[in-house]
């Protein structure tokens, strides 16, 4: 008992000298801090008081900052371009293009990961009306994407595939996969890893809705949804080649019922263009072919009727309200019954 009581008071003072150790290096803490002055002991503080008014420093944004170290190097003035700089750059189209940069790239011993590459690819696409597919620049990145031997399943995919990504019949081989994957358009631009604002995908979108547009006269369910849910409605189209598209698909014969009968609904509740008879859809009807037009309107006419009301103006009466006649009562085209 008393061996334990003994053990129980050499530790409680062992905690005391600690205590006594530590009171003791805080009070010389404190005095040394005093010592020094005001001016030393709150520089952190007097810095940011002083900062308050100074005049921001800002620094160049990357684009602004590689884009000149670019120009330095096609000038002269700088014999090559570090990592950073390529990598940024490779998501530049009208740079990442360029002969002299792919030059660059090739000999700079870097080794290329999904950053550069990708960026090299996306480039090439948004670029594609601007360069030749079978040109030297794409050449270059199908060299370069060809060398990579890492582990990324994107990189090795499109490896796997270069002539629907980097050659001249691309987009063709691009469409026919899409038409045969039986994918929406948002799954299979997620698939490829493709940029879907590209000119290269543009090129894609026009030959899939060319393709099928000629199956029209048989058309499965899957290929009416592909048509009016994705191709149709994607918004990268030009105005003038979709207004052409849509002459051409309301010409194209022979045409089922069925067919017919989902080009009409498009139109009629799509926001770009509307039924051609509303004065407020003229302009929107304005580069499709007369003879496209006129046709939608005999399909129109021969349609069960509903009449609506249509604000014209007539010479001495000013501007009243017309009945005039429309086919279908407004329906969301997405939300319509699919036979």
Known sequence: ?????????????????????????????????????????????????????????HRPVPLERYAKEWIDFIGGSKKSLDKRAIGFLCWVPEIAIDTRFLACVESSGITLNRRFLGGLVRSCHCMWEDVWPEGTPVHMVRSLLSRYRGTDQVLLKWQAHLDALLAERAPQIMADRLLCSGRGLTSFVDEWHIEPQSAFFRRVIEVATAACRNRLDQP????????????????????????????????????????????????????????????ANRLKWMEVPQKAKDCLIHWLGQENRHVFSEHVYQQGKGWVWKQMISIWDPLSFENADRQ
Not at 8 to 35: C, F, P, Q, W, Y
Request: glycine share 6%; net charge neutral.
């Open 1 to 57: 008992m008393r061996q334990g009581q003994n053990k129980h008071d050499v530790l409680l003072e062992d905690l005391g000298s600690i205590v006594r150790e530590m009171v003791t290096d805080l009070d010389d803490s404190a005095r040394n801090i005093t010592k020094k002055p005001a001016g030393i002991r709150l520089s952190n503080l007097q810095g940011t008081v002083c900062d308050i008014d100074a005049p921001q420093v």
């Open 220 to 279: 499965t369910s899957d290929l009416l949804v592909l048509v009016f849910r994705d191709l149709l409605p994607w918004p990268g189209w030009k105005p003038s080649n979709f207004k052409k598209e849509i002459g051409e698909i309301i010409l194209y014969r022979p045409m089922s019922n069925r067919s017919r009968e989902m080009i009409q609904r498009f139109i009629l509740h799509f926001e770009g263009l509307g039924d051609p008879r509303m004065s």
